[in-house]
């Protein structure tokens, strides 16, 4: 084992580098301290305003019945369109027979 003896002025000089080089490591860890927690901060605002798959899927659902709704009522509307002409033939073909003008 090799013991080095050091004057005092090389002693504090080492002690003096070792401390500044501690204070600049304290500096970078407060810093990346700082970012984890800015990070952290983020995602949690992300994940509360995240959309899961559970929730769209019940908005997929919510789309499909809305979609289905709307085929519906457009063939509600087709069939009706189409009785009504039904009935406007037969009534043109009715006011002659019962006096009344086309």
């Known amino acids: 084992m090799t013991v080095f003896l ?17 204070k600049d490591h304290d500096k970078q860890l407060d810093a990346i301290a ?11 605002r992300i994940e509360e305003n995240m959309v899961t798959k559970k929730d769209h899927q019940e908005v997929m659902n919510a789309l499909d019945k809305i979609i289905k709704l ?3 009522k457009d063939q509600e509307l087709t069939f009706i369109g189409n009785r009504v002409r039904r009935v406007e033939d037969d009534v043109k ?4 027979l019962v006096g009344l003008a086309t």
């Open 34 to 44: 700082h970012a984890v927690v800015d990070h952290t901060e983020r995602l949690d």
């Open 70 to 72: 709307s085929e519906k």
């Open 93 to 96: 073909q009715i006011k002659p």
């Open 6 to 22: 050091m004057t005092g002025t090389l002693w504090s000089t080492m002690s003096e580098e070792v401390m500044k080089t501690l």
